[in-house]
């Protein structure tokens, strides 16, 4: 997952990280998010097009060679929120041929944008066999739970990570996600083993 600088000035760097980071990967490349940057001309809803950084990017994703997994339900992904309000076509998906061989099926559906001024996008493999993993949820109500956030540190700080900010954020974050699912069936389990027992009590 990938978030571009919309600053002008950060983006050859951005960039050439990207190209860095897919390049010495051997494992199947699937990357998407905001890349602050657009395409093509029609990729926005004026006449405010400069081809240089749509031609660095295209020639990035030419060299790496990736696909964009095509989008539908809308256009654009983006919109400023202004009274002469500007579309643009920011985020995106992008696999390699590997992964474009092995799920020729996969489509992209952009959803109802509520909140964000960008607008959520849904991959969707469409292959029946491949297992579910269920999105990860970050619930309010662990916050009122006793020692939660010494735990975030706790996790945040002992998972050792090597690489760019981006690579060891992204380390970090899988290392929290995955250890919250645990400790968050945990706690529901003991959740019910304590209404259980309270049940029994009430009804005894």
Known sequence: MVYGPAQQEQKSDF??????????????????????????PEDNNNNNFHDRWPFLFNACIDTLNLREV?????????????QNETFERLDR????????????????????REISDHTPLLLNTNNSSS???PQFKFELGWLTREGFCDLVHE??????????????????????????????KNISGNYKKEKQILLISWMS
């Open 15 to 40: 960039l050439a990280e990207l190209v860095r980071i897919c390049s010495k990967d051997s494992l199947p490349i699937l990357i998407g998010g905001d890349f602050n940057i657009i395409r093509r």
């Open 155 to 184: 996790v945040w700080d002992s998972t050792i990570a090597n690489g760019s900010p981006l690579e060891r954020w992204q380390a970090k974050i899988r290392r929290l996600c995955q250890y919250l699912r645990g400790w968050a």
């Open 93 to 112: 998906v992008l696999f390699c041929t590997v992964l474009e061989s092995k799920f020729p099926h996969t489509t992209l559906h952009a959803l109802t």
């Open 131 to 133: 297992s579910y993993q």
């Open 70 to 82: 095509e989008l539908s339900g809308r256009k654009f992904t983006w919109a400023n929120r202004l």
